[in-house]
Each structure stands twice: as C-alpha cells, then as structure tokens.
C-alpha cells in the first residue's frame, strides 16, 4: 500500500498540512504543493501516484490542471476536493475521468479510500502501459518485410495464399512467419493475434 | 298722425310747418321724460329696441321721416340705430362719412348743422348736397354728442317731403336726447362688458380642476364651484358662510390655519392635509391660495387638489422601492451565506482531518509527543481562524444602517477581503490588493461601503469568466484623487463591452448574467452617492475589461 506517491495541491497551508498528516497516517508518501504552476514547474517523474487536488485555487484550479494533463497525455488518477458542491463541476470532473469528487470536509476514511482507488487505479493503468510498452519493443525489432507478413497472417491467410498476395514463395513466408513469432514471442498463432492486436494491427487486406 | 293735428292747430315760422318745441302743450316735454326714465331702468339686452322706438317717437312727433344715432368711436362714423316712417327709401348710406364727407367734419368737429333746404350747404359741401338728394332729402339737422368733453355721436333728422326750420330750442331738446342715448348706449356697453367679465371669472373658476374656495377675513367661504360641492358632497346652501374649519379635521385645522396665517402676512400660502366630505370620507388634499384685495377687501383665494391618486402612486413608489431593496438585501445576504459556508469550510476541514489523522496515528502508537503537539497547535489555529471569520462577519453586519462613522477605506476593503477572495477564487480570478498607504477617513456607512465594494469585486471576477487564466486578475486599488475625495477602483480583464452594454450597465434590472437581477451596480451608485460621492465606469485600455471607480469626500470635507 506505501506504493507510489501522493500529490495534494491545495492553496490553502493549513488544509495541505492536514492532508499530509493524515495520508502519512496510513503509510503514504505525501508531496504536498501550493498550487498547480508548482506541479506543472517541475513535473514528477513516472513512478507510481495519483493526485489530490482542490478545484478552487488562484490561477490554475484543479479541473484546469485536470484538463491540461491530458492534453499532454500524462493522465493522472486524481481525486478532487471541492469546498462547495457544485454538481455541474463534478460531473464535469468525473466525465474527464476523476476518481472522485469530494466536498470539503471531507470524512478521513473517505478520503483515504478514494486516495486508494486512486493509486490502484494509477497501478493498473501503469501495468497495462508496461505491458503495451514491451510487445511495443518486440513489435519495433520486426523488419518492414516481417510487418508486411505479421499483418496478412494474424487475418487466418493460409501461409500459401500469404506467399502469393507478397509476390513470393511459400517457403520464404514460413522462414518470415518463424522470425515472426520468435520475436514477438508468440506461443501460437492466437497468442499471436492477441499481441499484434495489443498493438494495434488487426489484420488488413494487402 | 296726431303730429299732424298738432301742426294745424300750433303752425310756426311756415304754414304747416311743426314745431313742438315750440308749443306748450308739453308732450316733447312727457317724450324726454319718458326716455330719460326708460334708458335709465333698462337692461343692457333691451337698449336698442328702447332707442329704436325713441327715435320712431320723435320722428313721429317732429313730423319728420328718418331719425338716426350715429357713433363716431374709432375716428369713423356708423349708424347704430336708424329709424325711417312710411316704410320708404329707409335705405341707409353704407359709409356715411365718405358720403357726407363735409357733414362728418362739422360733427367731429362738434358744430351742429341746420338745414333748411339743401341749397343753404356751401360749395365745399358739394358731395353731400348730392348725397342728401340721392336720399331724397331735402332738409335735415345733425347735432353732434359731446359727452365727457369729447364728441362721441351724433343725431341726425331728416325730411324727405319738404323743407323745414330747425329752430335753436328743438336743436337743444335733439342734442339733450342725443346725451341721454349715448349715456344710455356707453351704460350699455359697460354693463355688457361687467356682464362679460363675471361670466369668464365664473367660466374660470368652473372649468379649475381642483375646488376653489375664496374666504373673508374671518375664514368663511364665500365662493366655491361645482367641483367642491361635487367632492365634498355639500349643497351650496351648507357651504355658503360657513367658516373652514367646519370641513377639516381639528388637528388638520391647526396646521391649515399657519398656512393662512402665512397667507396673510407674505401673500400666499400653501398647506396639505386631509378635507373631510359630507359622508365622513378624509380626502388628501393639498391647498394653494394668495391674498387677493378686491375693492378695498382682502379675500384668501386658491384651490384646493384631491391628490389621492398623488399619494397612492407616491405609495406605490416607496412600497416597490422597499421591496427591491429587500430584494437586493435578500439576495445580497445569500451571497454572504455562500461566502461565509466557503470560508469556514477551509479551517473546519483542516480541524476535522487533523483530528482524525491524529486519532489514527495514536492508536497505531507511532505518534510522538512532538508530532501530537503539532497536530493539537494545528487544530487550535485552525480553530482561532474559524472564530475569526465570526468575528469579521459580526463585524460586516454590526447594526448602525444608516450611521455614519469615520471608516478607513482600506480597513474595509481588508475586511471584505476573505468573502470578496471567495468570489474571486469561485472564478479563478487572482485579486490583487493596491492600497494606498496614508489614506485620509471618510464617513460613511460601513455595511453599505462593503456591500458596494463585494458587489464591484463579484461582478469583475464573474465579467472574466471566459478569459483565458492569465488574465484573470482583478485589482482592487485606493488613492487619494483629490485633497477631498478618496478614490476606489476595481479593474478587471474581462470582454470589451459594447457601446450599447457600456452605456446601458447603470440601468436597473439590465443584466447579462443568467440568474442576475440587474440592480447590482443602480444600488451601488445610490449607495455611493448617497455618500456624497460618485460611482461610475471606464473601460481599460488595450482592449481588455472596465475599471468600476467610486469616490467618497474625505471625513473633513464632508463635514
């Protein structure tokens, strides 16, 4: 659970220092920042961490950093703090992916749980991005020929019908085909599809 | 016909020629007397008849044929009345005066002309010889009028059958009877005009729309019109005489009394109160009069207004002003609610993680007594903090509406900064405070400054709405623009407004926000105002926002 680091942002010094406390009571690393300029200032590296953000602060407030994140494609899982309920504003966060919305004040075991949905969140989008990121790697180590063959095989074209649409013979495109699923490291054809797919190639008509 | 028996029985100067002047048998005498009593009696509507029937008696008895009156007003000679016997060549010259040309002279000149026969005229009377003749005239006597020193008419007689004498008595008697017509005709005239003066005064004092009302010296009414016996419900008989106070209420009658009084000591005098009807009903009224002296008398004379419909719409305005400013109080006390449950929302979120972030961490027992401190200074200044917006809303709505104290311009605007900031953060707007040290008191209400001040800081951050961040500031700055005036500016950087939306922004219940009401900035200018200042907006340079400025005299020279 200590995994990954809580960013609060809130203008508000004494609010921040009692968030920290009570994050850290439960074994959380906490960083805590004034405002969204700091944050965007110096931007924390790629480990593990969601963020805590209070949606009215001088300059950039939070749903502004919100929307600014993802323009940049660095996504975060965030749960905001809002110090009156305005519903349009919520709903506005949740749709942009908010994990939740909360009004001040706020129940600490609340908190607490939002903050761990968060992180939760943050380590299943962090895993599945590993994930893509490695059969990403292996599908860069395929040659343009070696694309050309994943794309028509992973359709189910027999390797016959392959050699043809390529202008080539049967027996080049099994010498193609074995590269092919060594270094994708396919087990079989299916595991083959499912990682071609991962990647975004769904079979095309050449 | 009877002249004639008197011709033959009293001849004179020519064989049948008459003369009752002459005679002794005295009914030229009973003539003159009769007229002189009869022109004297009669009404002004009769006097031409009776002067007509005059002349037939004396054309009658002088056994002549045409008798007239002529008016010599206006430098021009007119036949007002004619008479003619025998029905004919009863045709009258159309302009004498060119006709009888030489004639018209002698009478303005106040000469009487005898005629025997035409052929006595002078060779200048040439025209008029002519003239007569074409009437078939052949002897005439014209006496001029004089009344007053001045010649005002003529009589004229003429005979068309024959030559006559027109010795010196009977020209007498005809300019004595011309005397008594003119007389009669100028009394004539003078009452007519009378007449005519009493019915415009009478037409006047109707066609007023309020009641009129004259009294004596000793306040009874003695005139009123229509309008008064109409609204107060009285016949005239209950009004005529009776003293004023009869139709006021008693402690009105004090009050309408010092008006008179008034009255009589500076000319005019004006009063408001309640007149009471026959049926009891009390009728705002209000009263205008002046002293007025006609012949040797003073009178009060005026007109009184039912201003009833004046005091309901007066009613109306007051009732309507009150219920916008409730209005503007209700919604401004809502916005102070926001402001406040914003505010306290910060420390109370604080106290409340603290204390159960504590809570967790003692019963872990991995709290050391330093942290445990920290936590519980934390919680208390938290805390304080919260006791402090208390204070300051106290503070905002101490009682005192409408006492005006010596304030400092900035304390103000300190102490409505954490509700103003509220606003502003709502709208992601930086505020920014530039206040000038030094700053001379002013006096002034301090609930209504702050109200205009909130109000000034939430319309700016909500004007920057769809700005993009970085200008999303507002800055709230004092100076001191003259040696008498404090100045307040608030500059935002929202839109350019419109010349139409400029111009239009002080109206009241003109807004171009969803759920505003417009009467934002109108109250916040009366407020202002109020305060011996102005309120007013410009808009900034560089194409971005108004700067809203207000001005309050400093305390010495408001004093």
């Not at chain 2, 009869?246 to 009394?257: G, K, L, T, V, W």
């Not at chain 2, 040797?296 to 207004?305: D, N, P, Q």
């Not at chain 2, 109306?316 to 102070?336: F, I, N, T």
Request: charged fraction near 30%; aromatic fraction near 4%.
């Amino acid at each position: 659970m200590s995994d990954g680091t809580v960013f609060v942002i809130d203008d508000d010094a004494s609010v921040r220092r009692a968030l920290g406390r009570l994050l850290r009571s439960a074994g959380l690393t906490v960083r805590a920042l004034p405002s969204a300029e700091e944050f965007l200032a110096d931007p924390p590296d790629d480990g593990p961490s969601c963020l805590v953000l209070d949606v009215s602060m001088p300059g950039i407030g939070g749903l502004d950093l919100q929307q600014r994140l993802r323009a940049v494609g660095r996504d975060r899982a965030i749960v905001f703090l809002t110090g009156h309920g305005s519903v349009p504003k919520g709903v506005c966060a949740m749709k942009a992916g908010a994990v939740d919305f909360l009004q001040k004040p706020f129940d600490a075991p609340v908190l607490l749980d939002a903050v761990r949905r968060a992180l939760e969140r943050d380590r299943v989008e962090r895993a599945a991005r590993e994930r893509h990121d490695r059969i990403r790697e292996r599908f860069e180590l395929l040659t343009p020929r070696e694309r050309e063959v994943l794309a028509l095989v992973v359709t189910g074209l027999p390797n016959k019908l392959v050699a043809d649409r390529l202008g080539t013979s049967e027996k080049t495109i099994k010498v193609h085909r074995g590269r092919v699923m060594a270094k994708m490291r396919a087990q079989s054809l299916a595991h083959l599809v499912r990682l071609a797919d991962r990647v975004g190639i769904r079979g095309t008509d050449v | 016909m009877k002249n004639r028996t008197d011709a033959a029985v009293l001849p004179s100067g020519e064989p049948g020629h008459l003369d009752p002047a002459r005679s002794d048998d005295g009914r030229f005498e009973q003539l003159l007397g009769d007229l002189s009593v009869g022109l004297v009696g009669i009404p002004g509507v009769d006097l031409d008849a009776a002067i007509r029937d005059g002349l037939a008696r004396i054309v009658s008895l002088l056994d002549v044929d045409v008798g007239v009156v002529l008016d010599t007003a206006d430098q021009q000679i007119r036949i007002t009345h004619a008479y003619a016997r025998r029905g004919g060549r009863a045709k009258l010259p159309e302009s004498p005066d060119i006709e009888f040309a030489w004639l018209a002279e002698r009478v303005a000149s106040g000469e009487v002309t005898r005629l025997t026969r035409l052929g006595e005229l002078p060779p200048e009377a040439a025209a008029d010889r002519r003239s007569l003749a074409q009437h078939g005239i052949r002897s005439a006597v014209v006496c001029p009028v004089i009344l007053d020193g001045g010649v005002t008419g003529a009589v004229a007689f003429a005979s068309i059958g024959r030559e006559r004498d027109w010795p010196d008595a009977l020209v007498d008697r005809l300019r004595l009877i011309g005397r008594m017509f003119a007389g009669a005709l100028a009394r004539g005239r003078a009452e007519e005009r009378l007449a005519a003066e009493r019915e415009f005064a009478e037409a006047v004092i109707e066609s007023l729309p309020g009641m009129f009302f004259m009294l004596d010296g000793q306040g009874r009414l003695l005139r009123w019109n229509k309008n008064r016996e109409a609204v107060m419900g009285y016949s005239a008989g209950e009004l005529r005489g009776h003293h004023f106070s009869e139709f006021f209420s008693a402690d009105d009658n004090a009050r309408i009394q010092t008006a008179l009084d008034t009255a009589w000591r500076e000319g005019t005098g004006v009063s408001e109160h309640h007149i009471l009807t026959k049926d009891g009903r009390r009728i705002p009224y209000l009263a205008t009069g002046r002293i007025a002296t006609i012949r040797g008398r003073s009178y009060a004379i005026g007109v009184g207004m039912d201003i009833s419909a004046l005091k309901t719409a007066e009613d109306q305005v007051r009732r309507q002003q009150a219920e916008l400013a409730h209005v503007a109080r209700v919604s401004a006390m809502g916005e102070l609610a926001a402001a406040i449950a914003h505010e306290l929302n910060q420390p109370l979120t604080a106290i409340r993680t603290n204390s159960q972030a504590t809570r967790r961490m003692l019963a872990r027992g991995g709290m050391s007594a330093a942290e445990f401190d920290e936590a519980l200074a934390d919680i208390t200044s938290d805390a304080v903090r919260a006791g402090e917006i208390i204070r300051r809303l106290r503070d905002l709505l101490r009682k005192g509406d409408g006492e005006r104290l010596s304030l400092d311009v900035n304390e103000i605007i300190r102490a409505v900064g954490p509700f103003s900031r509220a606003d502003a953060l709502e709208h992601n707007v930086v505020l920014v405070m530039d206040l000038a040290a030094r700053l001379p008191r002013v006096l002034g209400d301090r609930i209504q400054l702050q109200q205009v001040i909130l109000n000034l800081i939430r319309n700016g951050s909500e004007a920057m709405r769809g700005e993009s961040l970085g200008r999303r500031e507002l800055v709230v700055a004092t100076t001191l623009a003259t040696a008498e005036f404090v100045e307040v500016t608030v500059r935002d950087g929202g839109p350019r407004l419109s010349d139409e939306e400029f111009a239009r922004m002080f109206q009241p219940f003109y807004t171009t926000k969803a759920d505003g009401l417009g009467i934002g900035l109108s109250l916040g200018r009366s407020i202002i105002e109020a305060h011996g200042g102005l309120l007013w907006a410009t808009r900034n340079d560089m194409d971005s926002g108004i700067t809203m400025h207000f001005t309050l005299p400093v305390e010495t020279a408001a004093r």
